[in-house]
């Protein structure tokens, strides 16, 4: 039996850090780590730490030394989750972390990852994993549980398969999956990972210095452990790691198309991708925004942090000098902006503050990475006219999102997107900014390394590359009620 890990408790949802104000949340990250003779904890609480950007609602590792697999999880962040003592009790030669922001499923202590289930075998597994099914309620009723967490569901399907191995259960179960998945699971003695066909979310493999293996949600998180990255695990294939080294199988063809917003805000800048650098990506963003929607002005200001490569990139192509207008309070948690819209424009002057010096009587372009709801790009413009900017021209570094996202990034639904009714003469108008200009979805896919075939679009375009059943389709159809949502 795993260790149940803490008191459940109330979450401290106050110091759950929100990256950007109105920015899509990614769903998790995942980290393992098959390293004999190697704290493979602590290896993967620091993997979990360069990960924290994609989850910041719970985290949990298991490890195991062989005989049993031992988890610990709770609500809030990794350095909140973790103490030295209890990284401590976390030995083994394997591990699997994870640290979550719920797209499916309640956020609390019993959908926190990794999943532990006991198999019919009498061993265990404990499973992490970035993405979304969209065939949930199919499986839940399968094995005659309730919905809505696709994580359980599918530690679930993996722990009924008898008298297989665990990757044996993998590659007969991964093709009933449907939706983004990257995973990573292990037994008492084995690391598995595999990825859905289209490998929308991404998942890397990398070597430690001293032989050992790890899996991560991105290449940030193999160098701060060390490891030297290797290669992707491909789409459709199981990659299983023992004491006899690494190796494949697959369990589908490959049919890639990663997700675009993954280069836009997701990843870190300093992730590496598909042989691309994001960071590189960003800035090219900002100059293809340039040359798209040149505009008079002063200065070149960022959205802190997610705008800022754009917007250096913005600034070289269009020979405006940049500068940090926006000060970010790094300390601001989700308590101050979701109960109501006036605690949520409370928390914009908390979360950001003009530099007047910087802008008063200054013509702005401000860089940020993509509208959702558009509550913050109204406040943040309200804000710097405040401090006296005589101009402010928008301009953001993905298309407008007219599309919900059912592969694991918080946007479900028409009602949270402004861009999905409103045309951008209309958001500009609601905004209040001087103008407003989004690049290109041709700019945007030249600036990453792929064809547009190879990268799914879905959030931008409608054309979702995994078919989305009916019950998914029922909800992208709610009515844009302008007036409510702002």
């Not at 590792?61 to 976390?90: E, Y």
């Not at 798209?292 to 960022?302: G, H, N, T």
């Not at 942090?305 to 913005?314: N, P």
């Amino acid at each position: 039996m795993p260790d149940p890990g803490p008191a459940r408790g109330t979450p401290p949802a106050d110091l759950l850090g929100d990256d950007e104000l109105d920015s899509p949340k990614d769903e998790c990250g995942v980290f393992g780590v098959f390293a004999p003779g190697e704290e493979v904890a602590r290896l993967t609480y620091f993997g979990l730490y360069a990960l924290q950007h994609r989850g910041q609602e719970s985290a949990g590792i298991a490890a195991s030394s062989g005989r049993r697999i031992v988890v610990h999880k709770d609500m809030g962040l990794v350095n909140q989750v973790f103490t030295d003592t209890g990284l401590a009790a976390l030995e083994g030669h394997l591990s699997v972390g994870h640290c979550r922001y719920s797209t499916t499923g309640a956020s609390s202590w019993v959908n926190a990852q990794p999943q532990y289930r006991e198999t019919l075998t009498g061993g265990g597994l404990a499973l992490g994993h970035n993405g979304n099914l969209v065939n949930t309620a199919e499986l839940a009723r399968e094995l005659d549980v309730p919905s809505g967490n696709d994580s359980e569901i599918m530690a679930s399907l993996l722990a009924r398969e008898v008298d297989v191995s665990l990757e044996e259960a993998i590659v007969r179960t991964a093709p009933r999956l449907k939706g983004a998945f990257s995973v990573i699971v292990m037994d008492e003695e084995r690391l598995h990972a595999f990825r859905d066909p289209n490998g929308v979310r991404p998942l890397q493999i990398g070597r430690l210095p001293a032989g050992g293996w790890v899996v991560a949600s991105e290449t940030a998180a193999l160098d701060i452990v060390g490891a030297v990255y290797v290669r992707d695990v491909a789409p459709g294939e199981v990659v299983t790691i023992d004491g006899n080294g690494l190796h494949s199988r697959r369990f589908a063809p490959p049919n890639p198309t990663f997700c675009l917003f993954e280069w836009v805000y997701l990843a870190r800048p300093d992730h590496r991708q598909d042989g691309g650098s994001v960071l590189y990506a960003r800035r090219s963003m900002g100059r293809q925004l340039a040359r798209e929607a040149p505009v008079d002005a002063d200065i070149v200001i960022p959205v802190p942090e997610a705008g800022r490569d754009a917007a250096a990139g913005y600034a070289a192509e269009s020979g405006l000098p940049f500068a940090d207008g926006l000060v970010k309070n790094r300390y601001v948690g989700r308590t101050f902006i979701q109960p109501t819209q006036s605690l949520r424009q409370l928390g914009i002057k908390l979360k950001l503050s003009p530099v007047r010096e910087i802008v008063e009587g200054r013509r702005l372009v401000v860089v940020d990475d993509s509208i959702v709801r558009g509550n913050t790009a109204r406040q943040l413009v309200a804000m710097l006219r405040e401090a006296g900017a005589a101009e402010v021209h928008l301009r953001i570094t993905s298309p407008p999102i007219k599309h919900p996202c059912y592969y694991g990034i918080d946007m479900a639904t028409r009602a949270e997107l402004v861009g999905a009714d409103l045309e951008v003469e209309e958001i500009r108008d609601f905004i209040g900014c001087d103008s407003l200009h989004y690049i290109s979805l041709n700019g945007l896919i030249a600036s990453t390394p792929h064809q547009r075939e190879k990268l799914c679009t879905a959030c931008f375009s409608g054309e979702y590359p995994i078919p989305v059943p009916g019950e998914h389709e029922q909800l992208a159809q709610i009515k844009f009620d302008f007036s409510e949502t702002m």
